[in-house]
């Protein structure tokens, strides 16, 4: 079902690199894993679908990359549950980067702004109510609908360089395209990227934001590798990536949301100076190692342990006669149960507010997804908190659980009870 694309200088264990062509070195595979947003009804098709999540560095360009490709249409269906909007501090955040941008790079005569991946409109919606030209473009088409139902122009497709240029024609030049966890979601970053040239005007801004490698190394957060996340950015494989299009990275912006983000900023090369912070980061990341395969290779045995740990701790509970619930159904969870064996023999059921999620089944582990109620009725002895960048919001909501004895268990950066 999963088509592997032919490349003829792969071996055992390197592969080609989709961005430069060079030799990616493979540094863990995790096996067979389902589509991560494929929460279903029992017999649904997409729940059979498998792929290898195998990923590697490149020694030339340092991309971080999986080695086999999910068809988009497998991972971005119209009916796509994920919603950018389920969490107050998500919806905080996009309101905070439209507002930012409708200060600084939207305040010319009637600005356009287009976003990749607009979802369900959390940052549109700002956009819009200032009244300022707008266009998401996003796959989904449920999400599309919920965003459009509030007023938010919403194209339903992917985007790629015939997007772009229909868009360009219709609209003229964007000022802003914006881009939020949604553009390393594709192998085929030169069609975006391509795109991206033809739609920006001359001193237009491309600004996305990613979950980021330096974090997710520091934090061993292994869960970050899943199908939607094909490339783990950083600000070294971006600006390399990027200049192949004749495009700079000319800032980044560190962000915690999302267990850890960078913000990139990229304009046409020489049209901006790039910010002293491109620099620091370079250096950072250069002391962090994040460009030696050894680094990954110390990554990969901490992934390893905590597996170890993981299932250890769940089995254990299972003997003592406890109770465990998982909370989030997150996508990240799709890559801990089934890299880790965890089903519902483990975790009877995982909650979640999104209710495109409940009452369905998640990916692979067949760990069934319940409202968010039911989490206190009664109250767990342990709860799983796959949503752990959701940590704060999350334990202060649900303070009476750890009030009445309940506890936490955390797996990143290592296995821990609170
Ligand atoms: P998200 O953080 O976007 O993770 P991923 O990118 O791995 O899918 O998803 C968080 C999930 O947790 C989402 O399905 C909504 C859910 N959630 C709750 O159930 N309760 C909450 O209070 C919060 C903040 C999130
Ligand atoms: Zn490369």
Redesign the pocket.
Known sequence: MVADVTDENSSANTFTCRICGGTVRQWFDFGPQPISNAFHHPGDAVAGIRYDLVVGICESCTMVQQRHECPRESMFRPDYP?RAS??ALMRKHFEQVAERLLMTELTGPDPLVVEIGSNDGVMLRTIRAAGVRHLGVDPSRDAAEVAAAEGIRVRVDFFEQSTAASIRAAEGPADVVFSANTFSHVPYVDGVLRGVAELLAPAGVFVFEDRYLGDIVANSSFDQLYDEHFYLFAARSVREMVARFGLELVDVEHLDV?GGSLRYSVARAGARAPSPAVRDLLEQENRQGLAELSTYEEFAARIEAIRYDLVALLQRLRADGKRVVGY?????SATVTNYCGIGPDLVPFV????PE?QGRLSPGSGIPVRP?EEFSRPYPDYALLF?W??AE??MS?EREFSEQGGRWIRYVPTVRVL
């Open positions: 994920y389920g969490s999302h989030g159904a997150t996508s990240r909650c979640d507010s999104t999620k968010q949503a960048n959701h919001e999350i909501n």
